[in-house]
């Protein structure tokens, strides 16, 4: 059923009439509860309640896959100006992105470029700006300019997933670069060739990637809605006195709100992935793909307070 479930979600993520639809109608069943609106200044006040709540965040311009070298230097233009925004408004936000928004596709050098004007302007402000992993056929390419960049710019994170068999391994080619992880069971459909398809198989490489890079001493978001996550991280936290410091919860805008302000009150970091733009719908359609159990949370995101 879980399968049938990913699959289902999947295809309706490509579907482009329901996309048109959701575009048109979104907001009257539920959009806003979910993406924090169509441009960044329409985010900014609820990052700013985020916040005054004790929540950390970081924001995603939705959109993926330019395949036009103008899009994606205009798609780096929006990174850059979203940066200034969060700088001058005093926001406690960080920035996530793509790399095929900013031309993984078309070309390593444009993506560089692209990313090196990014972060050279969040170095400015002190702000990370996190790469967003991708299906696994990016994901090489994608850990290699991490690292390359890294070395000039501290402030990068990238993401690692726990359904592909390649991750333990790389974690031990990232330990020497101090790398900023947010560890992810993982969202895209993949090959028995690449991922495990078994969810405990997941769930157990997710466990095993946060203990390695925690006890590795590197700084971690554990991005989950997964209670056993949760409560296996704060218990390893305590079991080896690993700091606050170390490490962060990250949990999706309008998914487990409850759940966001309980790690709060018990003295835990955690930051809200806030997408916003108008590909909301694909976005959406991918994440109950990833866990079947997001479909509950959804529900009671859109339909409660």
């Not at 002190?126 to 994608?142: F, H, K, L, P, Q």
């Not at 992880?181 to 993949?190: F, H, I, N, P």
């Not at 009150?265 to 994440?287: A, I, N, Q, S, T």
Request: charged share 30%; net charge negative.
């Amino acid at each position: 059923m879980e399968a049938i479930s990913k699959n289902f979600f999947l295809y309706l993520s490509n579907n482009k009439l329901l996309d048109r639809f959701a575009k048109r109608f979104g907001a009257k069943f539920g959009a806003d509860k979910i993406v924090g609106g169509e441009t960044f200044s329409h985010a900014i006040p609820i990052i700013q309640q985020l916040n005054h709540d004790g929540l950390e965040v970081t924001v995603d311009h939705l959109g993926e896959f330019v395949d036009c070298e103008e899009e994606s230097r205009d798609r780096a233009g929006e990174c850059i100006r979203t940066i200034q925004q969060i700088a001058s408004g005093g926001l406690r936000s960080e920035v996530s992105l793509k790399l095929t928004s900013l031309g993984l596709d078309i070309s390593r050098d444009l993506v560089i470029e692209n990313l090196s004007l990014i972060l050279k302007e969040a170095a400015k402000h002190d702000i990370t700006v996190t790469i967003d992993m991708e299906d696994s056929s990016r994901c090489g390419e994608t850990l290699d300019i991490y690292r390359e960049l890294k070395q000039k710019y501290p402030n990068l994170g990238t993401v690692v997933q726990s359904y592909l068999y390649r991750s333990d391994e790389d974690l031990d080619a990232l330990n020497d670069c101090d790398p900023y992880l947010r560890l992810v069971k993982g969202a895209y459909k993949e090959s028995p060739k690449v991922a495990f398809s078994e969810k405990k198989l997941v769930d157990d490489n997710l466990k095993h990637l946060i203990r390695k890079n925690l006890l590795n001493g590197h700084y971690t978001a554990v991005a989950s809605h997964d209670d056993r996550i949760v409560e296996y991280t704060k218990a390893l936290a305590e079991e080896h006195n690993i700091p606050r410091e170390q490490f962060e919860f990250q949990m999706l805008y309008g998914m487990r709100n409850q759940m966001q302000k309980d790690l709060v009150e018990e003295g835990y970091k955690v930051r809200v992935y806030l997408p916003y733009g108008e590909d909301w719908y694909g976005y959406f359609m991918r994440r109950l793909a990833e866990r079947p159990a997001n479909i509950a949370f959804a529900v009671k995101g859109i339909f409660s307070k």
